[in-house]
């Protein structure tokens, strides 16, 4: 598959070089935003295919049909990906858009329009797992080696999409000057309806006791692990290898118990506390 094995470097941050090209990230970077766009930013496995499929339930005022028989690359598609600009529909309503980005490289484009920001966070532990495997599956991804050496990497950093702890902070850090949403993945797992309650006013939709029951029925792991518009299970297996594991894995909080020895452990938390000392980060994750 077309360049499968190609790492392309853009803004100091590695990617994979089959999703991106120098000229897909540009335009990224010089995109006009709307008013009414919604854009949903997050590092990678940090809960991008549920926000996905939550603001597809919000819009579609609880109908499933759109997440039913749309992908979602379609339905909310990748800002910086090479089928960007063949995949945006130019409609006259919002327009939902996916991206992985950092804030110092989308912020002067948004700056620009104000668009509504939905920002996800997730447990850092719990990304790096996730992360891990996920690389075990992509074959755009490098073979990730051990769970020890890629949580070095991890760490430092040195994986493709950049540092977790400066993706978190970079957008953090534009709170006051962008229309931001800020939830976390753990919030989502605790009162997915509280929390698509405040979606619905933030967006200036508030949804009715329908949609919000259709919303929690669709949105649930288990029907999105079955959903092939979400499970990217039509994705190819020469580029994501189906048998070395699911895209839609466990879906749950705390995973990286079952990972992490109590000195990889002790190691996360003097890293994380060296780089989110200071930071306003309202976060459930505990850090000893």
């Known amino acids: 598959m077309e360049r499968l094995g190609v790492t392309e470097t853009f803004a100091g941050i590695s990617l994979p070089g089959h999703l991106h090209t120098k000229e897909s990230l540009h335009f990224a970077t010089t995109f006009p ?25 919000l819009f579609s005022d609880g109908d499933a049909g759109p997440a039913r028989t749309i992908p979602n690359w379609e339905r909310a598609p990748w800002l910086e990906q090479t089928y960007f ?3 945006l529909r130019d409609t006259g309503g919002p327009r939902l858009i996916t991206s992985h980005l950092p804030a110092r490289v989308l912020a002067p484009a948004l700056q620009r ?3 509504k920001v939905i920002y996800v966070a997730r447990n850092p532990r719990d990304v790096a797992v996730s992360f891990y495997h996920f ?3 992509a074959k755009f991804l490098p073979e990730p080696g051990s769970f020890d050496a890629f949580l ?3 760490l430092e ?10 993706h978190v902070k970079g957008w953090l850090g534009q709170r006051q000057l962008l229309d931001i949403f800020y939830v976390t993945y753990e919030e989502l797992h605790q009162d997915l309806p509280g929390a698509a309650r405040r979606l619905g006013a933030f967006l200036g939709r508030a949804p009715s006791p329908e949609t919000l029951r259709s919303l929690e029925r669709h949105c649930s792991f288990a029907a999105m692990r079955d959903n092939a ?18 895209f839609m894995r466990k879906g749950v909080v705390g ?11 002790a190691l996360f938390d003097r890293v994380y506390r060296e780089q989110m000392g200071g930071v306003a980060l309202r976060a459930p994750w505990h850090v000893a």
């Open 152 to 154: 070095g990497r991890f």
């Open 113 to 115: 329009a104000r668009p």
């Open 255 to 265: 995973d990286w118990h079952e990972h992490f020895s109590p000195l990889q452990s």
């Open 135 to 137: 690389h075990r599956l």
């Open 33 to 57: 935003f709307r008013d009414t766009d919604v854009l949903i930013v997050t590092y990678p496995k940090s809960g991008t295919t549920w926000m996905q499929e939550i603001l597809t339930l």
């Open 229 to 246: 518009m979400a499970n990217y299970s039509l994705i190819p297996r020469e580029i994501m290898d189906h048998s070395r594991g699911r």
């Open 157 to 166: 950093g040195s994986v493709q999409y950049g540092s977790w702890f400066e």
């Open 85 to 87: 600009k063949e995949a």
